[in-house]
């Protein structure tokens, strides 16, 4: 490691800590603390999406052990707690989906500034002749390329949760800040039980200020320039093709403004 480079790393992370009021001590403290419970979590998930989101704890249980893993149902039922694997015939009460969404509400500590490490995110829609799809999107800011996206028919929680997962599987995000709106994705415990066990800081923007989340919006409201804008779509099919191409030319080739 040159010493140019080491100095801009411990720049960085003095402006991270700075952002997050934290000392760089406690950064030094947690910065390779990793969620034990996380790996586990995984092979939950991944039993949990095959059931097309139906299982509960114990037929995941008998599913995992069938499979050779050692877990007992008590820890699969405190994991999926933990990170909000909740079957879908189980039937959401108003009273604790409030409770839910204002537990969940970060604050705002990107504060605008979109010069500083971190990773914004959004859903935007695509829609063509009455059909719709929906794409979700995670920005670096420093280098203002995408980490991870994902298209879907559904705006739902998964959408998010699969965006956020492949980002993590790109690129280590420990330390980093993840910037959002306040959408009900954004706000489920299982969102927030990926940041934390990932050691990402989650941040928001307050309600009905979208300025907060410029810096994505931007880049959404790019992408439909010239992609929809710029061509005669027919099909919400040739439609995502088409953002799945531009997405790739954006981050490979397509020049970026200076910041």
């Known amino acids: 490691m040159t010493f140019i480079t080491k ?26 603390y990793y969620d034990q419970d996380y790996d586990d979590y995984l092979i939950i998930k991944n039993v949990f999406d095959q059931s097309k ?9 008998e599913e995992l052990q069938e499979q050779g893993h050692q877990i007992n149902h008590k820890r699969v039922l405190r994991l999926m707690n933990k990170y909000g694997l909740q079957p879908r015939y189980i039937k959401q009460y108003k009273n604790y989906s409030k409770q839910y969404i204002k537990e969940n509400v970060k604050d705002n500590i990107l504060r605008r500034n979109f010069n500083q490490p971190g990773w914004v995110t959004d859903i935007t829609y695509l829609i063509i002749n009455g059909k719709r799809a929906y794409l979700s999107t995670i920005l670096d800011l420093e280098t203002r390329k995408v980490v991870s996206y994902h298209i879907s028919k559904q705006n739902d929680n998964e959408l998010v949760i699969t965006t956020l997962l492949d980002a993590i599987k790109r690129k280590n995000p420990s330390g980093l800040i993840l ?8 706000l489920s415990t299982e969102y927030r039980a990926i940041c934390e066990a990932n050691r990402i800081t989650i941040s928001m923007s307050r309600k009905g200020n979208p300025l907060d989340n410029a810096a994505i919006e931007s880049f959404h409201s790019l992408l439909k320039k010239e992609t929809l804008y710029n061509n005669n779509i027919t099909s919400i099919k040739e439609y995502i093709g088409l953002v799945h191409e531009w997405i790739e030319f954006y981050n490979t080739t397509r020049r970026k403004q200076k910041k």
């Open 7 to 32: 100095y801009k790393d411990t720049y960085r992370i003095k402006l991270m800590c700075e952002v997050l009021e934290i000392s760089i001590s406690t950064y030094y403290k947690y910065k390779d």
């Open 179 to 186: 910037h959002s709106d306040q959408g009900p994705q954004y």
């Open 53 to 61: 989101r139906t299982y509960g704890y114990r037929r995941i249980t």
